[in-house]
């Protein structure tokens, strides 16, 4: 997981071309843009994180710095 990466992957697409291409790369089929990583694992975990990021601003009114946070808090979590 790259966090730059994640924040362009915010910044370039509407959430509706993230969850396309996130369809794509479960169905093995060319994405229309670009989600920068290392494997498809990592691509995969890109594309998930700016879902994300992108849902919880638009619920919560959040800028990006702040759903980025709470995005990486949440995997923290998880691994703890």
Partial sequence: ??????KK???AY???ELQKAEAAL???QTMDIELGGDDVGEQL???LAAIFIKEEMAE?????????RAYT???RNSIS
Wanted: glycine share 4%; proline share 3%; no cysteine.
């Fill in 26 to 28: 479960y169905e093995e």
């Fill in 73 to 75: 808090l949440k995997v």
């Fill in 9 to 11: 992957i915010v910044e």
């Fill in 14 to 16: 509407s959430l509706e």
């Fill in 60 to 68: 919560k009114g959040s800028d990006l710095k702040t759903a980025l």
């Fill in 45 to 47: 975990t890109h594309i």
């Fill in 1 to 6: 997981m790259k966090i730059p990466v994640i």
